[in-house]
């Protein structure tokens, strides 16, 4: 199957006083990846930093303030490798479905130093659990057909998190 590759770029502020990315933006540099992996809108620009100026084929929800979906992070889990020192080159961010449900996804991510970089580094593992929620009932709804069809070839083993007990 295939991973998505989203190119990913550090701001100075992502850096803590030790000098290397802070946990709590780590979070926010997956959430910028899956964005940009999964939701569209006319504004690309709005929705995720849009680097090669298409979004991907499995981008298909709507990201527009008249979204009949809502998605909800229900769980997330990240085993953190090796600090990440500021870079000017983006973070390669691997992206992939570990799981596709019903009404729920689970979304992996492998974090790893820039393309071309050596040695290439693996810095963090990621798992987000996101339900998509239809915003008038406030209810869990299921995977469209379309939704279904343009995240199937991105399905693969779920991220295994080496460190776990």
Do not use: C
């Not at 850096?15 to 006319?42: C, F, K, M, P, T």
């Not at 769980?75 to 992206?95: K, W």
């Amino acid at each position: 199957m295939a991973r998505l590759h989203v190119p990913t770029r550090l701001r100075w502020s992502d850096l803590d006083a030790y000098g290397h990315v802070n946990n709590v933006q780590v979070l926010r540099l997956l959430e910028e990846a899956r964005i940009h992996a999964l939701w569209v809108s006319d504004d690309a620009a709005d929705a995720a930093p849009d680097v090669d100026g298409d979004a991907p084929a499995s981008a298909v929800l709507d990201a527009s303030l008249e979204s009949r979906t809502l998605s909800i992070i229900a769980r997330q889990e990240v085993e953190y490798l090796l600090t990440i020192d500021y870079r000017r080159h983006p973070l390669d961010i691997q992206v992939w479905i570990g799981r596709l449900g019903g009404a729920d996804l689970e979304i992996s991510y492998e974090v790893w130093s820039p393309l071309g970089a050596e040695p290439r580094e693996l810095y963090a593992r990621a798992s987000s659990t996101v339900v998509l929620v239809d915003t008038e009932t406030m209810k869990p709804r299921r995977i469209t057909p379309v939704e279904r069809a343009a995240w199937a070839p991105y399905v693969e083993e779920p991220v295994h998190f080496s460190r776990r007990r």
